[in-house]
């Protein structure tokens, strides 16, 4: 498939972090009253990519690619499913993965556009909102608006969800990051960098964010955008005698929704009268409830636990069939 310059927007996301929000999810230039939701899920340098070319309100994607371990018999493999839904004033998305019997040669390989070590196992989810509000009110000619956003993201680090990861197949915990903003104007109105550490505590990361006043002209159209982008990959394996075979997998989910925009007037007093119409139809008055929930990924954990543990009865078994590697698989995993 040939890669559009979104296509290799996104993938220079991927690499390289979090960069370019907007040209990664699809538009270079304001598209106003446009919902963009996109993913990729990689194992090495074989992706599979939505929503890149056209606006779609929603995504989703099953990802599986069998894993070749050397071992006779014995296949390992990589599972993830993704999803990502936007509207006007919300913007989701919900990813997860397992990977069993992997092998370390799963960070060796290269490609032109990634230099060499940096092909692990990869989820990259984003999805972005975008409308275009005009404002009225009797007597009003100019004035200010601030924007309330609520932001709610977590994940599960897989090790937490095997259970401790201390025994059958030594664990290889992911990376999670979050990056989230919103813009009215063309004006910053809220923004977050969010890495494993905060979105692994307990209940996920839960913020509310208020705007500065930001200025619009009554009867001008302006722009508000919100959007998220979510990034799960294997850390690299640095230990210098690595298992033959790991296990890895995770849960990542993030929420954005803008729950209200504050009118104000020139001298900054609340306009209580004001109109607000959107190119989207959507009704931006009303004020929604925060969402629901830190990371609906986290119900995901049982089904990761249980696959780990269907992957370590095999390892096991496997372990038993191969009496002559046993001793030297548990020197390696630290527990013999």
């Known amino acids: 498939m040939e890669r559009t310059s979104a296509h290799r927007s996104f993938w220079r996301l991927a690499s390289g ?3 370019g929000i907007a040209l990664a999810l ?3 230039e304001p598209a106003f009253a446009t919902f963009y939701a996109s993913s990729q899920l990689c194992y090495g340098a074989d992706c599979s990519m939505l929503g890149f070319d056209t606006p779609l309100p929603s995504v989703s994607d099953d990802f599986h690619r069998d894993v070749d371990t050397g071992v006779p018999n014995q296949t390992g493999a990589f599972d993830e499913n993704a999803s990502a839904d936007v509207a006007a004033r919300q913007v989701s998305f919900e990813v997860g993965f397992t990977g069993s019997e992997l092998v370390p040669s799963v960070f060796l390989g290269s490609t032109p556009e990634r230099p060499y070590g940096s092909l692990t196992l ?11 509000l005009t404002i009225t009110a009797p007597g009003l000619v100019n004035g200010f ?3 309330d956003v609520a ?3 977590g994940g599960i680090n897989g090790c937490t969800a095997v259970g401790g990861c201390s025994t059958g197949l030594p664990f290889v915990s992911p990376d999670l990051q979050v990056q989230f903003f919103v813009q009215a104007g063309g004006q910053g109105a809220g923004d977050a960098f969010l890495d494993t550490a905060q979105l692994t505590v307990p209940g996920g990361f839960s913020h509310e964010y208020t705007s500065d006043p930001i200025g619009f002209v ?14 799960m990959d294997l850390r690299a394996l640095l230990d210098p005698m690595p298992p033959d075979l790991f296990l890895s997998g995770g849960t990542l ?6 729950e209200r925009v504050h009118v104000f007037d020139a001298s900054h007093n609340p306009v209580a009268n004001a109109s607000i119409s959107a190119a989207t139809g959507a009704d931006w008055t009303t004020t929604l409830p925060e969402p629901a929930g830190a990371a609906s990924g986290l119900t995901a954990a ?15 078994q496997a372990l038993r069939d191969r009496p002559e590697r046993k001793d030297d698989d548990l020197r390696r995993s630290g527990r013999g």
Do not use: C, H, N, Y
Request: glycine share 12%; aromatic share 4%; no cysteine.
């Open 17 to 19: 972090g979090m960069i």
């Open 218 to 231: 009554a009867g001008t159209p302006f722009s508000v955008r919100l959007g998220i982008t979510g990034r």
């Open 26 to 28: 699809g538009a270079a």
């Open 122 to 132: 990869l989820a990259l989810l984003g999805a972005i909102g975008e409308d275009e």
């Open 253 to 258: 989910s993030a929420t954005a929704v803008v």
């Open 151 to 153: 932001l709610q993201a």
């Open 302 to 316: 049982p089904a990761l636990w249980l696959v780990a543990k269907r992957r370590r009865i095999r390892a096991k």
């Open 145 to 147: 608006v601030s924007i």
